[in-house]
Nanobody, 124 residues
């Protein structure tokens, strides 16, 4: 199994960019689909982006499509979330999750392993 650890969160102005990283310790990282989720105060955790085991297939929430890009480097056991044109409504704790061989996993319960989260705050 893998243990994801997120990094790269912080405070950024609206319109700015930020890149989150998720390093997954453990074996067989390339067998896991990876997802990014976020949770704002008082709201449920919501899907942001998905990438399959090879990096050949990605999905995005409508709210981030065209602004965020998910990618992975299996040689480094790392998945990234490039976030551009950030808005105040992107403010949340961002979580990285790993799901073994999941195809098109868009809901939290499809992922077995979760990181602790990293805070992203966008100031307007």
């Amino acid at each position: 199994q893998v243990q994801p650890v997120e990094s790269g969160g912080g405070l950024v102005q609206a319109g700015g960019s930020l890149t989150l990283s998720c390093a997954a310790s453990g074996r067989a990282f390339s067998g896991y689909a990876m997802g990014w989720f976020r949770q704002a105060p008082g709201k449920e955790r919501e899907f942001v982006a998905y990438i399959n085991w090879s990096g050949g297939r990605t999905y995005y929430a409508d709210s981030v499509k065209g602004r965020f890009t998910i990618s992975r480097d299996n040689a480094k056991n790392t998945v990234y979330l490039q976030m551009n044109s950030l808005k105040s409504e992107d403010t949340a704790v961002y979580y990285c999750a790993a799901g073994w061989r999941r195809v098109g996993a868009l809901t939290p319960d499809e992922y077995e392993h979760w990181g602790q989260g990293t805070q992203v705050t966008v100031s307007s």
